[in-house]
C-alpha cells in the first residue's frame, strides 16, 4: 500500500470541535459548580469558567491558608497586600474542548511549560466536563 493509499481521516480530540452553544455554556457552569461543590473545594476557592469558541477555561482563586500568612509575616512583608495578591491569580485547572453535549477533550495545565497538554478522561480521549474537572482538582489538594 503506498503512503497516498493509508492517508486518511482521523479523530484528533485536541484540534477543531464545534462552538459552544449558550444554553450549554449555562449548563456546563452550573454542572461545574455543583462537582466543584460535591468535591469539597467550594470551601477553600472561587472556580471561575470561561469560554472561547468552542473551548471551556476552567481556573480556580484559592484563599491561602495560615501557613503561608505566617510566611509572609515572618519574611516582614505586607500580610493584608499578599493575600489580595494570591486571591488574584488563578489556579489553571484545565481546558476543555466541545464536540457535543456529552462528549468534550480535556487539556491539563502545565505549569512546567505553561501551556495546556492533551490527557485522556478515565481512559478514554473524550468525556464529560465534570471528568476534566476532576482532574484539574489535583491543583487544589494539599
Wanted: proline content about 4%.
Amino acid at each position: 500500500m503506498s503512503a497516498a493509499q493509508t492517508r486518511g481521516w482521523y479523530f484528533d480530540p485536541h484540534s477543531g470541535g464545534v462552538k459552544i452553544p449558550e444554553r450549554t455554556k449555562q449548563q456546563v457552569e452550573r454542572c461545574l459548580h455543583a462537582c466543584f461543590a460535591k468535591l469539597g473545594h467550594d470551601k477553600s476557592a472561587r472556580l471561575e469558567v470561561r469560554f472561547r469558541g468552542a473551548l471551556c477555561y476552567i481556573d480556580a482563586y484559592r484563599e491561602p491558608d495560615a501557613e503561608l500568612v505566617k510566611y509572609w509575616a515572618s519574611r516582614g512583608e505586607n500580610v493584608q497586600e499578599a493575600i489580595a495578591s494570591y486571591r488574584e491569580h488563578p489556579t489553571r485547572l484545565g481546558r476543555l474542548r466541545h464536540f457535543d453535549l456529552n462528549r468534550w477533550s480535556y487539556a491539563f495545565y502545565t505549569y512546567s511549560n505553561e501551556r495546556y497538554e492533551a490527557s485522556t478522561l478515565n481512559g478514554e480521549w473524550t468525556g464529560t466536563p465534570e471528568q476534566g474537572l476532576e482532574v484539574g482538582c489535583v491543583y487544589l489538594r494539599d
